[in-house]
């Protein structure tokens, strides 16, 4: 399927609403409005649907033809499970440099870090199974077992083509918890996190994190549709990130 990064440029509010409601690939929190009567939006449109909207008088920019990018973005994914090896995740800095980590390889990571750090890694099941039948899994991460504590939450790949977000989740808990063991400061290029901080984060924090919150669609994503980002749901596909109320109704 030919896919390209377009403009649409819509004149009203309420054009921009009707845009919305046609279930399109769009970026919505980079639409802007450039003056009364301009009201760009980006997106990722099949040639059909740009043939859709010119037809209901929608100007569109072609910014960019994707058919390049998809090819170069199929080949930046593992093949492999590369945490099955007895290095476990230790290494993860250096193999993840060769490729971004797919489904699989995601909860390997999780499932290696339960047995390197079993003192302070909880792994989560989560209760229901994916509609492929995937077993996904949460971690939560602690130092002292002190009782209840305050939690923080963080989740990654809920869009299945963004790819890096499972990736950097893994990093984050691979990082906090050597520092933690090992005793040793943290370091993000010329940002240092020292030793004593992250020791009382973990001390006083749950820090819970779900690194592939859309496993089914990542590998979808990376296997058959690399502009992919909702989830394989048979009854119709949904952005998971749409799928909750802000603030989870607290």
């Not at 301009?38 to 910014?63: C, D, M, S, T, W």
């Not at 991460?141 to 939690?151: A, E, M, S, V, Y």
């Not at 890096?164 to 290029?189: P, R, S």
Request: with cysteine.
């Amino acid at each position: 399927m030919e896919m390209y990064s377009v403009l649409i440029e819509t004149m009203s509010l309420k054009e921009m609403t009707v845009l919305n409601k046609l279930n399109l690939d769009l970026k919505h929190r980079a639409a802007r409005k450039l003056d009364k009567s301009r009201f760009p939006v980006p997106g990722i449109l099949a040639k059909e649907q740009i043939h859709l909207l010119e037809a209901k008088n929608y100007k569109i920019k072609i910014i960019s033809d994707l058919e390049k990018v998809s090819i170069e973005r199929a080949l930046e994914v593992s093949e492999t499970n590369r945490f099955t090896a007895r290095e476990g995740v230790q290494k993860f800095e250096e193999r993840r440099s060769t490729a971004y980590l797919n489904a699989d390889e995601v909860e390997t990571a999780l499932l290696t870090l339960k047995q390197q750090f079993p003192s302070y890694v909880t792994l989560i099941d989560l209760p229901n199974r994916t509609h492929l039948n995937k077993t996904s899994h949460a971690v939560r991460i602690r130092g002292i077992d002190n009782g209840l504590k305050p939690g923080v939450f963080f989740t990654g790949s809920m869009h299945a083509r963004e790819w890096g977000g499972a990736d950097a989740c893994v990093a984050f808990l691979l990082n906090i918890l050597n520092t933690y063991q090992n005793k040793i400061n943290l370091e993000y290029g010329q940002k240092t996190f020292y030793k004593e901080d992250v020791e009382k984060m973990l001390n006083n924090l749950d820090i819970i994190v779900f690194p592939d919150v859309n496993p089914d669609g990542k590998e979808y994503s990376q296997t058959v549709d690399i502009w992919w980002r909702k989830n394989r749901n048979p009854n119709g596909p949904v952005d998971i990130n749409r799928n909750f109320d802000f603030l989870w109704s607290s």
